[in-house]
């Protein structure tokens, strides 16, 4: 798993809350930005969309795992259709 290393036998907590947190999609979010705006825009139109950005990703992330903790009771599906 993301910040174990099988040869020294350690593991780097700060690595793995960083992936949890999704660091490295938000640093691949504002790579891709700054290089290809266009492959950015399709790539994360979703987020985008949202108002997520590379910036507030792991602040998103945070709330939700929060909203998660606070109430972990699966929320009513929508029907896909109407």
């Known amino acids: 798993f993301p910040g174990y290393n099988r040869e020294e036998k350690s593991f780097d907590a700060d690595f793995h809350k960083k992936v949890i947190m999704g ?15 266009d492959q950015y825009k399709k790539l994360f139109s979703g987020y985008v969309a949202a108002g997520i950005t590379a910036d ?10 929060a909203a998660i903790r606070a109430d972990p009771s699966p929320s009513v599906k929508k029907p896909l259709t109407e």
């Not at 490295?24 to 790579?31: L, N």
């Not at 507030?56 to 795992?65: D, P």
Request: glycine fraction near 8%; proline fraction near 0%; avoid cysteine.
């Open 23 to 37: 660091g490295h999609v938000a640093e691949y979010m504002g790579t891709l930005a700054e290089e290809d705006a």
């Open 56 to 65: 507030n990703l792991e602040e998103v992330i945070a709330k939700t795992h």
